[in-house]
Nanobody
Framework: QVQLVESGGGSVQAGGSLRLSCAASTYTSSSYSMGWFRQVPGKEREGVACRDRDGMTLYARSVKGRFTISQDNAKNTVYLQMNSLKPEDTAMYYC??????????????????WGQGTQVTVSS
């Protein structure tokens, strides 16, 4: 069982930056791939970024070049650095872990564990 706790959300103006953190209850870097998702009320959850256990990353087209996923193994923490934020980035952001650590993807079904979410609001 892996418990995930997100933090770092908040309100920011367009063009600003935020860094989200996801602290895992157990050592995940050697076995799990990690992902970030976001959801707006009334819409499906959208995959934003993921990172497999070997450090390979994948990004949604809408955030590529602006968002960066990284991992601090010593802290069992995954980060999502979000730069050049836009109002359309406003959403609840979720961290997720998949036991299939040797690859990662941006669809929900491959992830086994989820955090509770952290809200990001970008104003114009």
């Amino acid at each position: 069982q892996v418990q995930l706790v997100e933090s770092g959300g908040g309100s920011v103006q367009a063009g600003g930056s935020l860094r989200l953190s996801c602290a895992a209850s157990t050592y995940t870097s050697s076995s799990y791939s990690m992902g970030w998702f976001r959801q707006v009320p009334g819409k499906e959850r959208e995959g934003v970024a993921c990172r497999d256990r070997d450090g390979m990353t994948l990004y949604a087209r809408s955030v590529k070049g602006r968002f960066t996923i990284s991992q601090d193994n010593a802290k069992n923490t995954v980060y999502l650095q979000m730069n050049s934020l836009k109002p359309e980035d406003t959403a609840m952001y979720y961290c997720a872990a998949s036991a299939g650590g040797n690859w990662c993807g941006l669809w929900e079904s491959i992830y086994n564990y989820w955090g509770q979410g952290t809200q990001v609001t970008v104003s114009s």
